[in-house]
């Protein structure tokens, strides 16, 4: 069965940092786009990051754009998402999504409807 597990998550204050780890079960990762998406609560699920299959493309959502960095390990077919400077408003729950569209080498628009594989998220809270 194919899925993804992400971990890394939990309560932290504001100015301070999390890494959220997305490792596949049951397939490798090495040939899909991934992205991280969030959703906090009342509103849709939105997009984070996204990386293509190598690493070498990577696409940041405005709000996060020099705080959150994307990066991926194939050979621990794991993908990141370095979280500094959390803020209140990035509270959330993260997801990550694998992609099952082309052009995986790139990063693309980093929306939902390109992904296919979810997994069952993790807890961002940012407080004091």
């Known amino acids: 069965q194919l899925a993804v597990v992400e971990s890394g998550g939990g309560l932290v204050q504001p100015g301070g940092s999390l890494r959220l780890s997305c490792v596949g079960s049951?397939?490798?990762?090495?040939?899909?786009?991934v992205g991280w998406f969030r959703q906090a609560p009342g509103k849709e699920r939105e997009g984070v990051s996204c990386i293509g299959n190598t690493g070498t493309d990577t696409v940041y959502k405005e709000f996060v754009k020099g705080r959150f960095t994307i990066s991926r390990d194939n050979a621990k077919n794991t993908v990141y998402l370095q979280m500094n400077h959390l803020q209140p408003e990035d509270t959330a729950v993260y997801y990550c999504g694998v992609s099952w569209t082309g052009g995986a080498r790139y990063a693309g628009p980093c929306v939902e409807s390109d992904f296919g594989t979810w997994g069952q998220g993790t807890q961002v809270t940012v407080s004091s």
């Open positions: 049951g397939f490798l990762l090495d040939t899909n786009r």
